[in-house]
């Protein structure tokens, strides 16, 4: 980047500066935010190089964020949408012992093994779903064994649907059985009688269970049904089963968050707290690295200039036209590194990412900008204020 005032050298004035001076600033056109501005733009095009270096360091850095946090909320959200369609509206679910896992490709929840031998109080009760993959030539779909299904029925989800070729009243054949087809939701799941799922999927399952009508409204629905089966239950979806099994209580706990707003965050941190999100905050820091090399740089060039304006009790301005600079360096880069990021998941990973995560991500890494912006001109600015004009001069000569 070039001065910010031109020096004599370059006006021929004979204003030590050749340029207004500071009372002139403050009447010229715009005050003194649009002459600053105005300075700043000028800089910036007197040395492009170093500008769309500068810019496209810092870009790249906050893109790497924005995209991890578009996928992390991405994530997030389809794993709260895939506990809806495991609970169906039931406050209790029981897991087997060795738990659930969610697969990102199909955007579901399935289970690792048999669930628990569960005996209900009189008045409750409880619902087994088989659940698994089942991959014909079409491709992969989930497959979900519900009681409540009748049987001749197949209700697929919009995305099952698209992949297994089926719209609405088509035929489709599942463990050798010939089923009515009905198009629900937007989920990749096919939903069955009990035993066409076991037929395909084995006996892969969970429980999930309701209350009798005069436990409506208990938060400690958990505990109840713990005391009555011998099973341990928690409110924190963290929390790993035990040999025999867990209830996971979704309604109890009490706190400000619920249980599906837990199990979003801790879907959003497995990606944060991956290797993907670690190279988005090394990323991060290098694009300040890069930010604060920038403006040391600029500063270095421009010594001299600095020192004349010091002299004459222009200190303060020299921070202003850095800061209103770096602004406007970040703010480039901000936007330009939204768009990229926005083109990269909607490409790259559309299944997981959509709009209203990618506008979340984007406010997210609007916050680090600011701080950015004014550190990285405090910084060179700050060594450059701590020494004499006379010594700047000195040594610029």
């Given at each position: 980047m070039?001065?910010?005032?031109d ?6 004035g004979s204003?030590?500066?050749g340029?207004t001076?500071?009372?002139d ?9 649009g002459?600053l501005l105005?300075?700043?733009?000028a800089?910036l095009?007197r040395?492009?190089e ?15 964020v ?5 996928i992390?909320?991405?994530f997030?959200g389809?794993g709260?949408?895939?506990?809806g369609?495991?609970?169906?509206g039931?406050p209790?679910?029981?897991?087997p012992s060795q738990?659930?896992?969610?697969d990102?490709?199909l ?5 690792a ?6 005996v209900v109080?009189d ?5 087994r779903?088989?659940?698994g993959i ?5 491709g992969?779909?989930a ?5 409540d299904i009748?049987?001749g029925?197949?209700v ?5 649907a698209?992949v ?9 054949a599942?463990?050798?059985?010939s089923l009515?087809v009905?198009?629900e939701?937007?989920?990749?799941i096919v939903?069955?009688?009990t035993?066409?799922?076991?037929n395909v999927v ?6 999930t269970?309701?209350q009798?009508?005069s436990l409506a409204?208990r938060l400690d629905?958990g505990?109840l049904?713990?005391r009555?089966t011998?099973?341990?239950?928690s409110?924190?979806p ?5 040999a025999?099994?867990?209830?996971y209580d ?6 400000s968050?619920t249980f599906?707003?837990?199990y979003?965050a801790l879907?959003a941190g497995k ?8 190279v988005s ?13 920038s ?7 421009r010594r001299?200039e ?5 002299s004459?009790?222009l200190?303060d ?9 770096s602004?406007v360096?970040?703010?480039i ?5 939204a768009a990229l990021?926005?083109?990269a998941v909607?490409?790259?990973v559309p ?5 209203s995560a990618?506008?979340?991500a984007c406010?997210?890494?609007a916050a680090y ?5 004014i ?6 600015v700050?060594r450059?204020?701590?020494q004499?004009?006379v010594?700047?001069l000195?040594?610029?000569?």
């Open positions: 070039t001065a910010l005032v020096s004599p050298a370059t006006t021929g204003n030590a500066l340029s001076p500071k009372a600033i403050a009447k010229s056109d715009g005050g003194n935010g002459r105005k300075f700043a733009l800089n095009r040395r492009p170093q500008f769309v270096l500068s810019t496209l360091g810092i870009a790249l850095a906050i893109t790497a924005v995209v991890v946090r578009t992390s909320i991405g997030a389809s709260t949408a895939s506990l369609d495991v609970l169906h039931a209790l679910w029981v897991v738990g659930v896992h969610y990102a490709e955007g579901v929840l399935l289970p093994g048999p669930a628990p031998r569960l109080p008045g409750w009760t409880a619902q779903t088989i659940a089942w991959a014909p030539p079409a992969r779909v497959v979900y064994g519900r009681p009748a049987g029925r197949a697929v989800g919009a995305a099952a698209k297994l070729g089926v719209r609405a009243g088509s035929r489709l599942i463990g050798g059985v009515t009905a198009v939701g937007s989920s990749r939903s069955v009688a035993p066409v799922a076991m084995g006996d892969s399952s969970w429980l269970v309701r009798p009508a409204g629905l505990k049904l713990s009555a011998g099973i341990p239950s409110t924190d963290a929390v790993k089963p035990a025999s099994g867990l209830i979704t309604v109890g706990g009490g706190g968050l599906q707003q837990r979003s879907f990606v944060t707290g991956s290797v993907l999100g670690m905050t090394v990323g991060l820091l290098l694009g300040f690295v890069i930010a604060v090399t403006f040391l740089a600029s500063v270095q060039e001299r600095f020192g004349i304006m010091a004459i009790g200190a301005e020299v921070l202003y036209f850095f800061l209103v600079e602004a360096v970040f703010v880069a901000y936007l330009a590194a990021a926005g083109i909607l490409t790259l299944d997981v990412a959509s709009v990618w506008l979340q406010g997210m890494a900008v600011p701080a950015m912006a550190i990285g001109a405090l910084v060179p700050h450059l204020l701590q004499r004009p010594a700047l000195a040594e610029s000569t």
